[in-house]
């Protein structure tokens, strides 16, 4: 069996901040002739609807099927999954989804409205979207979590209609998924995926109904398809490879924190999994660790090529660094394994999720501590946020101006609306200042 | 001169729907030509920085440049500008200026936690973006109130440095667009524009900053590179063309309507004036009143192009048949000209800005009111929000977990990653279980 490979770097070393940036470099690969099959299968789901939709999963899944009604699940199929699973996992499922409904009722939000003094009413009106399709991978990659994480929060922000798409290459459905998408509360379920069920979900076809946002992860065909729908559908965002950043004062077991950096690199082999320490000693141990606890796991050959590629165990001066190196980093996630996470917390600008304490490791967070799993990757923490029931709620402005204040108001978007010479603006304002007596 | 023309759709009309999906439809034009052209400036940008912004800022905007040190602004010009424009143009900046940043600071957000019986905390905090690039469209449509629009919520929500690039086309610079950068807390401006300037604010070069996040509307070059740097940095969204939805009961001046229609027309010939109403006789009032003010306008001709191709007087059959409309049509500006606009309310889903009673016409809110003026285009109210404090801030979940809270979550995440055949996020969890005799 190959050896652990994890390269050690060093803060005081002079190459550091190069060696960092070359770590951190990911750019997805924007594939041409991928982006010209998609634009392809777009076009013909739009022309050609249910017919199309038929084809392609003739063609890529291998279903049998001549009709769009073969494409979608019955609802009693959902329950009956639900039914079969072992009881454990049934628990564990309702168990999470408890906890991500609890978490997330928090982030319900309310209009408001203020009355100013002459009368005029400000506000905004917040309103749930309509229809929210969700897809889910098919394949290696098919996670109930997913299902809880996406679906959870559209429905606690009031979305009507919740349609999954999930591909089923040779017919074969995951019970769990069926089942987590019965707790979560999933309306409709198609056996579509690829391009052509994000072009299904995007414009609709006879029996896929157009939705108003698309959210979940998906391959390149599907990132490259929800790029080009981008604007006539809303979208959550496209994400790359999962990573973590793990802080440690050198006082966490070290076999927790080898397992901790394991548990991001078992994604794939692209994902990335740095530990950073004041405790050259202490990477030493986690380094053994790891090379003791590797053969253990289901997926060493994944852990063993991602840590390899894009891990790091990094030898940092003092704390006072490491909140740099964070901010630097904006991690998707970030575990704080330190006595004392919370003196870090306010320093802390960029990062998904933040992990605190040696007792609260990522994975409790993946699956049922109650934030979303949903992250930015890839550094778009500095302008991104978790999934969250914001992604499915959106505001209405508004203005109700009392004569008063509408007269007041008209003499300033006057003067506005002539100095960027749009009379128009300018007469509809004037119209309803009131010292020249109108109305 | 030409004579007003407008269509007047009834909604008795057989094929009424089909004439209302016809008047909607709007498609951005995807032009493979732009795409490349863009493709290649950013490439270049990223490669060249400095040496290609001075390369193309003298090709495309005539400058007579030849270091980047050239393209920015100084910033006591900014404060120069504000001194030279006419005192009512600052005072209406300013008056302006003051009212969008109060309503705003409504929309400042709080972090917040909680904790459960076990001692596990769980939150979120709210930290704003270090930097964000403001692009301001040079030339015919340079619109000081954009950039208060844009620039006021960014610095409401705690952005640390705001870029704004705007081209100037033969050098020209337009006082008043400075003044409001002033007014509003640029920090500072470049004269760059077009793709190249999406380029350097996406990606850097050795005098323009990289950004997190670029907001502002652009022509299809500015369009396209923003869909082209998509990941890369954050975006706000990608603006159709302008569009208002009045509703009114026949009971408001005429000549008051037809202004408002045309404030709307007036943006340019692609903008959509739609008016509903149940009084056949006021349509009519409203045309007449159209035909005789139309002549008034400084952009006649553009209001009229707009109101022959995209207009619409609409006889409904009452005002429940109206807010069903308003939900298809999903409007970026709504005017509810009405007796009791709030009755209204609680039944409109979709609309980006909600304008109230005879005295709320949308040039009010498109200057000084206070709510945001960029808003959701082309029914995308469906799912997008007005700009606002939101635009410029991001969430950190948060997760600290007692001993014991962590040793219940282990064992609900560790049946889940082992239905998912996760092991190590199964191990690294049960490591936390007390049970067991873990530290």
Redesign the interface.
């Known amino acids: 069996m190959a050896e652990l490979q994890i390269r050690t770097l060093d803060t005081r070393d002079n190459d550091f901040d190069i060696q960092l940036t070359k770590l951190l470099a990911w750019e997805?690969v924007s594939d041409q002739a991928v982006a010209q099959s998609v634009s392809e299968i777009i076009a013909a789901v739009r022309s050609r609807g249910d017919a199309a939709l038929v084809e392609y999963s003739r063609q890529f899944d291998g279903l049998d099927i001549d009709s769009a009604a073969a494409l979608e699940i019955p609802f009693q199929r959902l329950q009956e999954a639900l039914q079969r699973i072992p009881t454990?996992?049934r628990?564990?499922?309702e168990?999470?989804a408890k906890?991500v409904r609890q978490?997330h009722e928090?982030?319900n939000q309310q209009s408001?409205s203020?009355t100013e003094a002459d009368g005029?009413?400000?506000g905004?009106?917040i309103?749930a979207?309509?229809r929210v399709g969700l897809y889910v991978p098919g394949g290696k990659a098919t996670?109930?979590?997913s299902v809880l994480m996406n679906a959870v929060p559209a429905k606690v922000a009031g979305v009507d209609e919740l349609i999954m798409v999930s591909p089923t290459p040779g017919g074969f459905v995951n019970d769990?998924v069926l089942a987590a998408a019965a707790i979560a509360g999933v309306d409709r379920v198609f056996t579509i995926g690829g391009a052509q069920a994000v072009a299904a979900l995007a414009f609709g076809t006879e029996s896929v109904p157009k939705v108003?946002?698309i959210v979940g992860p998906g391959n390149i065909y599907v990132a490259t398809a929800k790029?080009q729908v981008?604007?006539s559908?809303?979208l959550d965002?496209?994400a790359g490879p999962s990573e973590i950043l793990v802080v440690c004062d050198g006082q966490t077991?070290p076999?927790?924190i080898a397992?901790?950096l394991?548990?991001q690199?078992?994604?794939d082999e692209d994902a990335q999994s740095i530990l950073l320490s004041p405790d050259a000693a202490f990477l030493d141990a986690v380094k053994t660790s790891m090379a003791r606890?590797l053969p253990?796991?289901?997926?060493a050959d994944i852990?063993r090529q991602s840590l390899a590629e894009r891990g790091a165990l990094v030898l940092v001066k003092d704390m006072e660094e490491v909140v740099a190196l964070i901010n630097r980093i904006a991690p998707e996630h970030l575990e704080l394994s330190v006595e004392e996470?919370?003196a870090l917390?306010p320093n802390?600008?960029?990062?998904?999720?933040?992990?605190?304490?040696r007792?609260?490791?990522?994975?409790?967070?993946?699956?049922?501590?109650?934030?979303?799993h949903v992250?930015?990757t890839s550094g778009?923490?500095?302008?991104?946020?978790?999934l969250?029931v914001?992604d499915f709620q959106?505001?209405?402005?508004?203005?109700?101006?009392?004569?008063s204040?509408?007269?007041e108001?008209?003499k300033?978007?006057s003067?506005?609306?002539r100095?960027?010479?749009?009379?128009?603006?300018?007469?509809?304002?004037e119209?309803?200042i009131q010292e020249e007596g109108n109305?």
Chains 1, 2 share one sequence.
Not at 380 to 386: G, L, M
Request: proline letters at 5%.
């Open positions: 997805s454990d996992q628990q564990a499922l168990a999470a906890r978490y928090h982030q408001w203020y005029t009413v400000l905004q009106q309103t979207m309509e996670y109930p979590s769990m108003d946002k790029r981008f604007g559908v809303g965002m496209i077991n076999d927790w397992m901790d394991f548990s690199a078992e994604h606890l253990g796991l289901s997926r852990v996470p919370e917390l802390i600008r960029h990062a998904g999720a933040i992990f605190m304490g007792h609260t490791p990522e994975a409790l967070g993946d699956y049922c501590a109650g934030p979303n992250l930015p778009t923490a500095r302008f991104s946020s978790p969250g914001y959106k505001r209405s402005s508004l203005i109700q101006c009392s004569v204040g509408a007269s108001l008209a300033t978007a003067v506005l609306a100095g960027e010479s749009l009379t128009a603006h300018a007469i509809s304002a119209y309803r109305e």
